[in-house]
C-alpha cells in the first residue's frame, strides 16, 4: 500500500503566481481532507470531500482557494494568485469512516 | 466549546514513562485518536479508541478514557529519544465523513 501520495513535495513560487497541489488518496477511501499547517496558526482544516462531494470548506481561507475531486483517485487544491502569507505545509489525507485519517507527507509550499 | 485541548510542552528523561493528555469536547464522538508528527514528516496515525472502552494498550503505548470528565491520556512507557515528537489528540465529529476536530499538539522531548 502505497498511502496517501502528494505532489510536488516542494514548492517555490513568487507572489501572483497560480500554485497547483495534488492529492492521490488510499484506495478504497471515501473521504479526502486538505490541511494546512503553520507554526502561527497550527493544523486547520480547509476542506473535506466525502465521496468526491464536497461537505465542508467553511476552512478555505479566501475566494483564492479552490479544490476539486473529479474522481475518487485524485483531488487538486488551487491557489490563485498565491501570497506570501500562504507559505505553509499543505497535507492530504484520506479515511474510510471512522477509521482514522491517514495523512500524505505534504507538500511545502514557499511564496516569495 | 469547539475546542480539544492539550498541554504544548512535555519534557522527560529517557527510560521514564510520557503521559500526555488531552481533554475533548463532544460526548457523543465514537472514536478518539492519537497521532504522531515527526519534523518535517506528516502526521502518522498512532493508535485510537472506541468511545465504548476505558482502556486500550499496545505495546508500549496505553490509552485512558474517562468520559465523564472527556478525558484522553496517551501513556508511552520506556520513553526513547526516538518518541520526540508533536502528539495529536483527535475526536471524530462527523461519522460517515470522518472528519477530526484535533488539538494544539504536544511536543514530547525526550532527554537522554
Known amino acids: 500500500d502505497a498511502g496517501v501520495i502528494q505532489s510536488p513535495r516542494h514548492e517555490v513560487t513568487e507572489m501572483g503566481q497560480e500554485v497547483t497541489l495534488r492529492c492521490k488518496p488510499i484506495s478504497g477511501h471515501n473521504s479526502l481532507f486538505w490541511y494546512r499547517q503553520t507554526m502561527m496558526r497550527g493544523l486547520e482544516l480547509l476542506i473535506y470531500f466525502n465521496n468526491n462531494v464536497p461537505i465542508d470548506d467553511s476552512g478555505m481561507p479566501e475566494d483564492r482557494f479552490s479544490a476539486k475531486m473529479p474522481n475518487a483517485s485524485f483531488s487538486t487544491l488551487k491557489i490563485q494568485p498565491s501570497e506570501p502569507r500562504d507559505s505553509a505545509v499543505y497535507f492530504c489525507?484520506?479515511?474510510?469512516?471512522?477509521?482514522?485519517?491517514?495523512f500524505g507527507p505534504g507538500t511545502r509550499l514557499t511564496v516569495l | 466549546g469547539e475546542d480539544v485541548e492539550q498541554s504544548l510542552f512535555l519534557s522527560v528523561r529517557e527510560g521514564d514513562s510520557s503521559v500526555i493528555n488531552c481533554t475533548y469536547t463532544?460526548?457523543?464522538?465514537?472514536?478518539l485518536y492519537w497521532y504522531k508528527q515527526e519534523p518535517g514528516a506528516g502526521l502518522q496515525l498512532l493508535t485510537y479508541i472506541f468511545s465504548n472502552m476505558d482502556m486500550k494498550q499496545d505495546q508500549r503505548l496505553t490509552v485512558l478514557l474517562n468520559k465523564k470528565d472527556k478525558h484522553l491520556s496517551l501513556r508511552i512507557a520506556d520513553t526513547q529519544t526516538g518518541d520526540s515528537a508533536i502528539y495529536f489528540c483527535a475526536e471524530i465529529r462527523d461519522n460517515q465523513g470522518g472528519k477530526l476536530i484535533f488539538g494544539q499538539g504536544t511536543e514530547l522531548s525526550v532527554k537522554p
Open positions: 463532544d460526548s457523543s464522538s465514537t472514536y
Open positions: 489525507a484520506s479515511s474510510n469512516r471512522g477509521l482514522g485519517q491517514f
